[in-house]
């Protein structure tokens, strides 16, 4: 009952109510980076499967230049990471427009991370099970070392996840989720400022 209707509605009317205390915020927040990301602009949209493998655009807060270098490549991302950017990742703050997403109904609140679509052909069977249920903004492997683990444990913690959705274990992750994000942990992986790009399980 919950994981098929009930959680789809309190989605909803709790992301309706936080945006309409929160739009203020939200205005301030896409000023300042509007003018920090040197003519890049404040929001980032970009391609990612959701429910089913659909594909649908995610809204963030562009936390990165678009700087290049002189082949016309982007430059690597922590090159790119501004103050105020890395202030709004390390925060969560650049998930925020993704409210929107989930009124739309392309996310949940709680739920397995969208990943690029490019990643799609790369999933073992099982791992390609966290598409049986809509994104989240926050979600289980978030709360169990985001960027700090490997991507073989993400993905088991977001199978796990599909298979015990509950009322109790989203208000748990809740929870969990600020907790880390006032704690600041997982933010980066071992080796960069973001995360490695996934490359398959060979």
């Known amino acids: 009952m919950y994981k098929l209707y009930l ?9 309706l109510y ?9 205005l301030l927040i896409t000023i300042c980076l509007y003018f920090s990301n040197k003519g890049a602009g404040a929001f980032f949209l970009q ?12 809204i963030k807060f562009k936390s990165m230049t678009d700087e290049r270098d002189m ?15 890395k202030f709004v990742r390390s925060t969560s703050i650049d998930e925020l427009p993704q409210l929107i997403n989930v009124l739309k109904g392309d996310m949940s609140l709680i739920g397995p991370r ?8 790369l999933y073992t069977e099982e791992q390609a099970r ?9 979600g289980w492997a978030q709360v ?3 960027n700090a683990i490997s991507w073989k444990q993400k993905f088991e913690y977001d199978v796990w996840y599909v298979d015990h959705i509950s009322l109790k274990l989203d208000i748990k992750i809740m929870f969990l989720t600020i907790k ?11 080796t960069c400022d973001t995360m490695e790009a996934f490359t398959g399980n060979n």
């Open 114 to 121: 969208p990943l690029l679509v490019q990643y799609l052909s």
């Open 71 to 85: 082949k016309g490549q982007l430059l690597p991302d922590e090159k790119r990471l501004t103050k105020i950017g």
């Open 130 to 138: 966290r598409h049986d249920i809509r994104p989240g903004i926050t």
């Open 18 to 26: 936080i945006l309409l205390i929160i739009w203020p915020i939200l």
């Open 47 to 58: 391609e990612r499967p959701g429910k089913n493998k659909k594909i649908f655009k995610v």
């Open 7 to 15: 959680k789809r509605w309190l989605d909803f009317l709790i992301v």
């Open 144 to 146: 169990n070392g985001r």
């Open 180 to 190: 880390k994000v006032f704690m600041r942990e997982g933010i980066t992986s071992r």
